[in-house]
């Protein structure tokens, strides 16, 4: 097993900034997870998604689109399972504690109610080159911290590995002459059912063995043929049931990464159809998802406030998996639209939560701590969480990059930097993925931390979401997203204006004005009003001190009298948005100042609700007096 020596998260000092770039740059320490890029943006940066958004359907109506999606991943407990949950965990539970599958296992219990509008508008978002999700406001991903959540160890032996001793060879032969027995029996097949019945009805040595085949197969694992217990699951389960840890977590994850990029293919596909015409038959656009997707749909409903329906009160001791038990899926008409304009992503929903006070990855305060071989298998698990690496599924193996979202783990975010490929075999990808940490120092930052970016990285990700180029230096070819006066009618009044707001944004942030290279050596600013451009590049240098230099855990700052007396004697640089502005240019319109717009546009909509309502109210009174009338008459 290969051993790695080195820090695992790059420590320096940078100007960081809000990733809404609506503050001033603060030089402080930061921390970023490994590896980043830290010179200026040129030839070598990591190209930007060249695919997002690119010719999806005008309008956001999945079930209008000839796309049929089969969900065969996304089980709910049948019957009597719980009756055998409830008698495995009796005799069971240590182990499965052991093995890191508890939480998992309990999770089956629950039901969650899917939402197909939800998850193809979640779809359209995702970058199948980066496996992660590219939002006008940032970007994101499910990453092995939420596996681990769900309560998948991603430590352990992987899932390829085979069966060696004698003992578990002869509890995997046992296995499948169960399956032959229900071959011959009445029903000739191997379901879920037929193996529950059976196995609920009669001793078996195997039992417990049985068991987690039946919950690998239909919770974790689910193929082809759909409802059967395949054969690669019972190496597997033999090993959990002896007290073998296996790392699921990678390889579940690997499986909702591989079905995220064949879903989002099909949605690029339907722009290739003639018409949309849900009688065609040739025209329709088929894919059966076979990963539990039902945690695509909780990531998302965790991280975004809005747009999740009211959560379950629960008890710390269940799976956080309760919190969704049957709750009623949001209204949310157009969710496209949503998560365009959400602002109010939650980075690190665990971090905050009660029930985090019993973790170590989550404490009040930052703190370092020294990662061995011999470390515990919580730190040890988050250090697996924080390395870009492949993840080993069962069939598949794919890219996992924790260094593009590092704001998800409560770290800094620069430019993320190339990670060589090593999945030519799983094998590799494996021993990759597996590499111990020996002698490292990690970062733990604190729950309560608000990470930012560097100011390269704000310039570089509105260049990739905004700046009229793609990956390959074409200019993008964007359908039009925008709703017309019909779709607007549509609309909620709140819907409306986070619409308009958001057009707002685009027309002044970033549709209408060149991308500037934004590096520590070539800062350029304009003012909105003028095209007077200021090179403060010179300036930066006099009055580096000017900057707030702040403690990350966000204690009151201090400045030398040095930088006061540079802010007293001529106007320092004040950030909006991604350029400076000199102080005798604060008072003229910046490109960025959007907030004002927003809440004169509010005032309108408001304004306009209130005369609406005064002519419903005059209506009322007027049909009310002739109604009056005709009744004295």
């Known amino acids: 097993m290969e051993k790695s020596k080195g820090p695992i998260v790059e420590t320096r000092k940078e100007l960081m900034v809000s990733l809404s770039g609506d503050a001033k740059p603060t030089l402080r320490t930061a921390h970023f997870i490994k590896p980043s890029i830290t010179s200026s943006i040129d030839e070598n940066t990591p190209k930007h998604p060249s ?35 409830d008698k495995m965990a009796a005799l069971h539970e240590a182990t499965w504690r052991k093995v890191g599958i508890y939480q998992a296992v309990m999770s089956s ?87 529950i019945k059976y196995l609920m009805e009669n001793n078996s040595e195997v039992e417990h063995e049985a068991f987690l085949s039946l919950w690998l197969s239909r919770f974790v694992f689910p193929t082809l043929p759909n409802m059967s217990i395949p054969k690669h699951v019972f190496p597997i389960a033999v090993r959990l049931a002896r007290g073998i ?11 909702i990464y591989r079905d995220m990029r064949l879903l989002k293919k099909k949605i690029l596909a339907l722009s290739n159809l003639e018409s949309f015409e849900d009688d065609n038959d040739d025209q329709k656009v088929e894919l059966t998802i076979w990963s539990p997707f039902h ?115 409560g770290m800094d975010q620069d430019l993320p930097g190339p990670v060589k490929r090593r999945n030519e075999t799983q094998e590799l990808s494996w021993k990759r993925f597996d590499k111990q940490i020996k002698n490292a120092m990690l970062y733990i930052p604190s729950r309560h931390c608000k990470p930012d970016v560097t100011l390269r990285y704000l310039e570089w990700w509105k260049q990739s979401v905004f700046g009229g180029k793609d990956g390959s230096g074409n200019p993008k070819r964007f359908r039009n997203f925008g709703l017309n006066s019909d779709e607007e009618d549509d609309l909620t009044l709140k819907e409306l204006f986070t619409h308009k707001k958001l057009k707002i944004v685009d027309h002044r942030i970033y549709g209408y004005h060149k991308s500037l290279p934004a590096t520590a050596h070539n800062l350029l600013s304009s003012s909105a009003e003028n095209n007077d451009v200021t090179n403060v590049d010179a300036e930066m240098k006099l009055k580096e001190n000017s900057f707030q230099k702040e403690p990350r855990s966000g204690k009151e700052s201090t400045t030398t009298e ?21 102080d005798d240019e604060r008072g003229s319109r910046s490109r960025f100042d959007i907030h004002t717009d927003g809440l004169e546009l509010e005032a309108r909509i408001d304004k306009l609700r209130k005369e609406i309502d005064g002519l419903k109210a005059a209506k009322f009174s007027q049909k009310k007096v002739c109604l009056t009338n005709n009744i004295n008459l």
């Open 295 to 409: 945690i695509v749909q909780v990531w998302a409903w965790e991280r975004f406030p809005k747009l999740q329906p009211k959560p379950n009160v629960t008890d710390l001791e269940v799976p956080r998996l309760a919190r969704w038990h049957n709750v009623n899926s949001s209204t949310v008409r157009n969710v496209r639209l949503a998560l365009d304009s959400e602002g109010s992503f939650q980075w690190r929903p665990y971090a905050t939560a009660v029930e985090s006070l019993c973790y170590k990855i989550y404490g009040d305060e930052e703190k370092w701590v020294l990662v061995d071989v011999d470390v515990d298998e919580e730190l040890k698990s988050f250090t697996r969480c924080l390395r870009a690496c492949e993840l080993v599924g069962i069939g598949c193996v794919e890219q996992y990059s924790p260094h593009r979202v590092a704001m998800q783990f």
């Open 51 to 85: 695919h997002y958004n690119f010719s999806l359907p005008f309008k956001f109506e999945p079930k209008k689109w000839p796309l049929r999606i089969t969900f065969h991943g996304w089980r709910n407990a049948q019957r009597r399972w719980k009756e055998w949950v």
């Open 245 to 255: 840890k296996i790392a699921l977590g990678p390889a579940l994850l690997a499986s």
């Open 109 to 195: 219990l629950y039901q969650i109610g899917r939402d197909d509008d939800f998850l193809i508008g979640l779809a359209e978002k995702w970058c199948f080159e980066t496996n992660t999700f590219i939002f006008p406001w940032g970007e994101a991903t499910i990453t092995l911290e939420d596996i681990l959540v769900a309560g998948y160890s991603v430590l352990g032996s992987p899932v390829f590995t085979p069966l060696e001793t004698e003992e578990l060879k002869e509890a995997e032969q046992k296995l499948m002459e169960i399956g032959e027995l229900l071959r011959r029996s009445k029903s000739k097949k191997v379901d879920h059912s037929s193996w």
């Open 562 to 582: 040095n930088s006061s007396k540079n802010k007293l004697d001529s106007p320092s640089p004040v950030l909006h948005g991604a350029g400076f502005l000199k």
